[in-house]
Structure formats: structure tokens, C-alpha cells
């Protein structure tokens, strides 16, 4: 029999440990492990939880129609969770245990210890490189390394997506089905919920072919007018299928196939910058697994661990709940705290707000983000905060520091999202609702008054940001 651990690749279709394990000709079991202790500390958001909870059982459904049974166990650590798999390998005459990786360091010290283990029982493992298309390591530059700037990466990504043969694997049922019976492992039931805080995700559907239809929906009426939309959180522009590509309910490689069926190529308009962001994702995928100091908090430049932040406890509440008293700023971060997504353009505006108006450290935001949102997916917030602070890999010049109300008047021109989550504000002239203070009667507003004149912040930055890269030892 062959075991597949289930993780972070929640799906039955396009999934390389599933596939490979199921054409192996043996009855195969799945198996998924929830581990709190280890999800409190990289703070897995209970809105994340509660999809993956969810998700669990239609992967189960879809499983079962392929004659493979999906079981459920609880510990607390990544480190139990290894032992626990391989001590039921040991147990259960394994013959073959199959897993898709993971980059980030504690992911990869578990995988390890796994296959230490597996190793030491003489027991077959088999780890697949499936979260990207392309993997860590086959997109390097003339000197045999890791692209450290975007657009030359895209460049070679595409070149080599465009020749090297890939496709979307469909899973074969097995004839045979796997028996299982074990004290520490259940079927999964809804008794057997984690031991975790969930917030409900209901708003998000978990089924496989409400999945796909939203893919398909995005691809035939909106992917070619991605381009013009993208950037306005009041309009529908995007895909919004990052819950279900950050637990791996859905593959880069079907987002792929069905953004070029039938397409000329190289992509053009919209459908070109939308594969661009898909190719964000796998640069920041990339990076997570060369640079492990990433996963340990540090900054990707050498100067950025020497910006000396302010850190005060005040604004960051008032950034939090969404009280800075910037329109754009707070809307943004009431759909964060209510919904669990963020539009991208907004997520970029609300981390600069807080690191470049408030100098707080962006590990602050990076964590909260964690904690709160659908998506949370650790490189690829890890790459967008160390984008928006400027301590990233080709990140943002620190130079460049958003204006939230100019951002607000050109990316929510009417005000139509601002008022969705503030609507105190939809009794304002246009003109104000990016800024109200300046309103006639903005006193007798229930809304707040701006915590930080933006213009003498943006001077400490480039200050503090100067004096960073003057010391810390690097341009
Ligand atoms: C500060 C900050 C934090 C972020 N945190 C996350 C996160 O935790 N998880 C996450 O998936 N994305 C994150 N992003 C990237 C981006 O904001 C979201 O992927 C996007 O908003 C998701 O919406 P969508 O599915 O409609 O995206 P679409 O515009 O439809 O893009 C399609 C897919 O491409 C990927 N993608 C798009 N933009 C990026 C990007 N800039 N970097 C990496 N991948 C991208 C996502 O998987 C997305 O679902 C973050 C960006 C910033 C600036």
C-alpha cells in the first residue's frame, strides 16, 4: 500500500504525490495531519483553517470516487506530524510514502526528518516538486543562480514553460481500495475537527467544480480586460483565487492551461499581466527556497535589519482596527478584518501606509496579515511586505512612498469602495472622501481624524531609510 500525505495540496486532480502514487499499481491511502501548535506559531489565520477544514471533506469526496480512502490524525508540531507519518508507514507495511514539497525551513526540517525516518525503515519516499510550474532550481541565470530581479526571470520562466513538456495530470481510479484501521488515525468526520480557532469561510465555496467554474469564469469574461481592471478594489477585476492556489484546492498548472487554451503565444493584454502575477507567485516560491533566512525573519537586503522602527502601539491599533483616519487605509483593512482577502492594489497601499507613514516594522504587518487573511501564503506575503518596505528582492525603491489619498482618489475614484466599509463617509461631496478632514463639517463626522500628517512622515522616512542603507552595510 502507498501512503500520500496530504498538506498544503488539497486536491485530487493535478496532484503530483496522488498521481504518481496512483499509478503505481498498489491501493493507496490518504492522509492528512492537523498540527495547531505548529499553525499558531506561523499564524494560520482560523479563516484559513476553517477553508482547509472545509475543504478537507470534498477532497474526501473526491477521493473516494477514485477508490482512495482519506484519514484524519491530530498532534500538535510539523516534528510530531513527521513521526506520526512514518511511525503509521512502519506500522501498516508501507511500501511507499508520497509527499509534494514544501520551501519554506520548517516545512523543509520536517520533510526531512520524515524521510530520516523512512530511511531508517527501509521504507520508499517519494517527495514531487508541485506547488510550482517550473521548480526552485530549474530558472537560473548565465552563472548557474537564482534570478534576483523579476523581469529576467519571467523572461527565462516563460522560454522554459513555453519547451519543456507539462501538463495537468488526472488521477486514475485505483480498482482496489486501501483498508485501514487504526487507533491514532480516523476517517475524517466532523468530529474529528482541529483543535484551532476557525472563523467561518462559508462566503468561499470548497467544491471542486465551483472551483474550477470560477477559474473558467475569470478566464472566458475576464482575463482579457485584466489589464484595465486590476487595480480597482471596487471593481470585480480580478481572479480572486488565492485562497484556493495558497491551500492547493487549485494548481498553478490548471490556472496556466486554462489561461493559454487556445491562445496565441506569447500571451497578450490582460491575459499576458495575469500570468505575470501567476509567475510573481513562483518567483517568491523560488526565493523562499534559496534564501531561508526569509522563513527566519530577516530582511532579503543586507541594510534592511538595520532600519530602526518606531513601533508605537497606538498607531498599530489604529491601523489594525482600521482607525488611521485614511479613508482608503482603513476601508482596506475593515474588508481584511471582516472578509479575510484584500485586493492586491490595497494590500500594497495599507503596507506602506504602515511601514513608510507609521515606521512600524513590517514583520508586524507581515504577521497580522498572516493571522487574518484567506490567502496567507508565506512567501508570497514574506515577497509583498518585503516589496512594499523595500528590503526585498528587486522591492519597491525606498524612495517611493505611496500617498494614501492619491492612491485613494486614483484607485477608488467614486469612493464606491471606501463608502462599502465606511459609509459615515458616502454623505461627504466626492471631493473629501479621500480626505474628510477637510470637509466643512468634518467635525460632526463619526470617523476618525488622520493620526499622521503623511507629508511630514514621509520626510523621517527617507530619513531613517537613508541612514539604514548609509550603515547597514550595503546599497
Ligand atoms: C503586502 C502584500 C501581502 C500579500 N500577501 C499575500 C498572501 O499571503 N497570499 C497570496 O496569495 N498573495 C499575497 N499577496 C499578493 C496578491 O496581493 C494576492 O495574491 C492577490 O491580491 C490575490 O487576489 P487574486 O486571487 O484576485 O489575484 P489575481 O490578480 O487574480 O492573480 C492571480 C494569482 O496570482 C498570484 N499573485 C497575484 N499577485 C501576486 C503577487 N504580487 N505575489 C505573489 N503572487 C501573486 C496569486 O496566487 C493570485 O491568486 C500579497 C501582496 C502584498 C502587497
Redesign the pocket.
Known amino acids: 500500500m502507498k501512503l500520500v500525505w496530504l498538506r498544503r495540496d488539497l486536491r485530487a486532480e493535478d496532484n503530483t504525490a496522488l498521481y504518481h502514487a496512483s499509478i503505481s499499481g498498489e491501493p493507496v491511502l490518504a492522509i492528512y495531519v492537523a498540527t495547531p501548535d505548529s499553525w499558531q506559531a506561523h499564524d494560520l489565520a482560523p479563516i484559513q483553517a476553517d477553508l482547509i477544514y472545509r475543504r478537507l471533506f470534498e477532497v474526501q469526496k473526491d477521493l473516494q470516487q477514485n477508490n482512495i480512502p482519506l484519514v484524519y490524525a491530530q498532534v500538535a508540531t510539523f516534528a510530531e506530524s513527521a513521526q506520526l507519518v512514518a511511525k503509521l508507514a512502519r506500522e501498516h507495511a508501507v511500501t511507499g510514502v508520497y509527499f509534494n514539497k514544501e520551501y519554506e525551513v520548517n516545512e523543509v526540517q520536517r520533510d526531512s526528518q520524515l524521510v530520516d525516518l523512512l530511511a531508517a525503515d527501509g521504507i520508499e519516499w517519494h517527495g514531487f516538486d508541485d506547488k510550482c510550474l517550473l521548480p526552485p532550481g530549474s530558472v537560473k541565470n548565465k552563472q548557474g543562480d537564482y534570478f534576483k530581479v523579476f523581469t529576467p526571470f519571467k523572461r527565462a520562466y516563460l522560454a522554459k514553460m513555453y519547451q519543456s513538456p507539462w501538463r495537468v495530470t488526472k488521477l486514475q481510479p485505483l480498482t482496489q481500495q486501501a483498508v485501514w484501521r487504526d487507533e491514532i488515525v480516523s476517517e475524517l468526520s466532523p468530529r474529528s475537527s482541529f483543535d484551532y480557532p476557525r472563523q467561518t469561510s462559508e462566503r468561499y465555496a470548497v467544491d471542486t467544480e465551483s472551483i474550477i467554474k470560477q477559474l473558467r469564469q475569470?478566464d472566458s469574461d475576464r482575463a482579457d480586460a485584466?489589464e484595465k481592471q486590476?487595480d480597482f478594489p471596487a471593481v470585480a477585476g480580478?481572479?480572486?483565487?488565492?485562497?484556493?492556489?495558497?491551500i492547493g484546492a487549485l494548481s498553478?498548472r490548471q490556472?496556466m492551461a486554462r489561461l493559454t487554451y487556445q491562445q496565441a503565444l506569447p500571451l497578450v493584454g490582460g491575459r499576458e499581466i495575469?500570468q505575470s502575477?501567476?509567475i510573481?507567485?513562483e518567483?517568491?516560491q523560488h526565493l523562499i527556497y534559496f534564501e531561508p533566512k526569509l522563513s527566519k525573519g530577516r530582511s532579503f537586503t543586507p541594510w534592511g535589519d538595520a532600519l530602526i522602527w518606531k513601533n508605537n502601539p497606538a498607531w498599530i491599533e489604529a491601523w489594525k482596527t482600521g482607525t488611521t483616519g485614511y479613508p482608503i487605509v482603513d476601508a482596506a483593512m475593515k474588508q481584511l478584518n471582516a472578509t479575510g482577502?484584500?485586493?492586491?492594489r490595497l494590500?500594497?497601499i495599507?503596507?506602506s501606509f504602515l511601514v513608510k507613514d507609521l515606521h512600524v516594522d513590517w514583520r508586524i504587518?507581515?504577521s497580522y496579515?498572516?493571522s487574518k487573511?484567506i490567502?496567507?501564503?508565506?512567501?508570497?506575503?514574506n515577497?509583498?511586505?518585503q516589496?512594499?518596505a523595500s528590503t526585498g528582492c528587486d522591492g519597491q525603491p525606498y524612495f517611493r512612498i505611496f500617498n494614501p489619498v492619491t492612491q485613494g482618489e486614483r484607485f477608488d475614484p467614486e469612493g464606491h469602495f471606501v463608502c462599502t466599509w465606511i459609509p459615515e463617509l458616502a454623505k461627504l461631496p466626492k471631493k473629501y472622501i479621500h480626505q474628510p478632514w477637510k470637509a466643512p463639517n468634518a467635525k460632526a463626522l463619526s470617523y476618525p481624524a488622520p493620526i499622521v500628517d503623511h507629508k511630514t512622515e514621509r520626510e523621517i522616512t527617507l530619513a531613517l531609510y537613508k541612514e539604514a542603507k548609509d550603515n547597514g552595510n550595503g546599497a
Open positions: 475569470f485584466y486590476r480580478t481572479s480572486k483565487l488565492s485562497p484556493y492556489l495558497a498553478v490556472c495575469w502575477e501567476l510573481w507567485r518567483f517568491y482577502w484584500m485586493h492586491n494590500r500594497m495599507v503596507a504587518g507581515e496579515f498572516m487573511l490567502d496567507g501564503d508565506y512567501a508570497a506575503n515577497g509583498g511586505w516589496w512594499c
